[in-house]
């Protein structure tokens, strides 16, 4: 049968995607397997914690005594093995989520230690990296990095000098973000843990999350870290919740982040639902799953577009720690051609052709293809790219992967049609 047939995809790449997935057949049963567990620890989190048809109400106003509100806190706290959580739709991105850690933890005087190198572009006017009103830096919190080895991995000769000067926090960024470095594994994040507790136990060690939950067994919190946090519409929001954030972690951090996010003396206490409750919920309840159909998504297309010539980042045989696939062009034009077929192969916005441009926050050009029901969605299939060297793409989500497919394959037609990569082969 022709799986294919109402699209207009060569019969050469239509060949090949159909050997690619012949052969991830032993990779997709690994995913479905982790998916699995990790659904049943959900699922446990759900029971244990008494959710109820009533936790979906939603309030308004101040939202006092809003019960689906700290039945949420509960269930991520219980699922990310955590003291406690903050989960609030109010939080705009990931980066306000980490943006309300940093400034709910650090002091004037603090240092900030991130141990992956830089962070994440968005960070860098938080940080102070870049001047501007409001950072870090303004408020007189220092910034220390360390840099990652030749091989781009954690230096934990290096991380363990660092720390003999006691840094307030300790911050590390699980996913690459816009770097050509391998993102790091749980048990990596763990060996960090344990250096940070035997050199200078007074530091908080943070983990940026992004795009890593449920792509493992265990969370960062699980193997030592103090505090995490990511976003609701990358993987824990299961494509379900619209908007919003979450901050895990110790109890006594996570009430300092709730007096950053509202108000010293009201933190969790206050911020109306408005009707999120459900979503938040159903979302976190599909995510494991949802979260396999990403990764099956990220190893397909690093299959698909190995055979066409690129390098990729993870390999599609390799061990993931996030749904985050690189795909390295070394031009701007395979680069737009791509993100142009991303866009062209959604359900959401295919008529839509995306052009580079100044987005807010960043330090070049960036290209965003993102054809979602909740807009800026990155659990849902998207791919985007700084334009500078390496002119790599970085391509995450596909919530049903058998239609995230079509935005890969309506990609690599496009690349072909322009001449712009090899034959297929295999």
């Known amino acids: 049968m022709d799986y294919y047939y109402k699209f207009d995809f060569s019969p050469e790449l239509v060949r090949l995607a159909s050997q690619v997935e012949q052969r991830l057949a032993p990779r997709f049963q690994e995913i479905d397997k982790i998916g699995r567990i990790n659904s049943q620890k959900v699922h446990y989190a759900f029971r244990s914690c008494a959710v109820s048809d009533s936790h979906f109400v939603g309030t308004t106003g101040y939202g006092y005594d809003d019960r689906g509100r700290t039945v949420i806190d509960r269930v991520y706290a219980a699922t990310f093995g955590a003291e406690d959580a903050l989960v609030r739709h109010f939080m ?6 980490l943006t309300t850690a940093l400034f709910g933890i650090l002091r004037p005087g603090d240092v900030m230690l991130s141990v992956a190198g830089k ?34 991995r954690l230096d934990y000769e ?20 816009y770097a050509v470095r391998p993102s790091i594994f749980v048990e990596e994040i763990a060996e960090v843990a344990r250096l940070v507790k035997k050199v200078s136990p007074e530091s908080v060690f943070f983990v940026d999350n992004c795009y890593g939950e449920f792509v493992e067994l265990q969370e960062p919190i699980e193997v030592g870290a103090d505090l995490m946090a990511g976003s609701l519409i990358k ?7 619209e908007c919003g954030g979450y901050i895990v972690g110790r109890e006594k951090l996570v009430q300092r982040c709730a007096y950053r996010l509202t ?16 979503n938040l919920l159903r979302g976190f309840y599909f995510a494991p799953s949802i979260t396999a159909n990403a990764l099956k998504t990220a190893v397909f297309a690093a ?23 690189q795909i390295i062009f070394h031009a701007p034009e395979p680069l737009v051609a791509f993100c142009q077929g991303v866009q062209a192969g959604s359900a959401i916005d295919a008529f839509v052709r995306p052009e580079p441009w100044a987005m807010p926050g960043y330090t070049n050009e960036v290209i965003m293809a993102a054809g979602a029901f909740v807009q800026g969605s990155s659990i849902e299939l998207s791919a985007d790219g700084p334009l500078r060297e390496p002119y790599a793409a970085y391509m995450q989500g596909g919530i049903i992967f058998d239609t995230a497919q079509i935005g890969i394959l309506t990609a690599a037609q496009k ?3 322009e001449k712009l990569a090899e034959a297929p082969r295999w």
Request: charge should be negative; proline fraction near 7%; hydrophobic fraction near 35%.
């Open 235 to 241: 993987n824990p929001g299961g494509s379900m919740a």
């Open 263 to 278: 108000s010293p003396g009201l933190g969790k206490e206050v911020g109306p639902s408005l009707g999120q409750n459900r």
């Open 92 to 97: 705009l991105s990931g980066t306000h989520a």
């Open 119 to 152: 962070p994440y572009d968005t960070l860098d006017k938080v940080i102070g990296l870049r001047p501007t009103c409001g950072s870090l830096a303004e408020f007189g919190i220092l910034y220390r990095q360390v840099e990652l080895d030749e091989a781009g």
């Open 303 to 325: 299959a698909l577009f190995e055979a066409l010539g690129f390098t990729c980042s993870p390999r599609w045989d390799a061990p993931r720690t996030d749904i985050v696939e």
């Open 158 to 177: 290096a991380i363990e000098r660092a720390l003999k000067d006691h840094p307030a926090m300790v911050y590390l960024q699980r996913s690459r973000g």
């Open 415 to 417: 690349l072909l049609d």
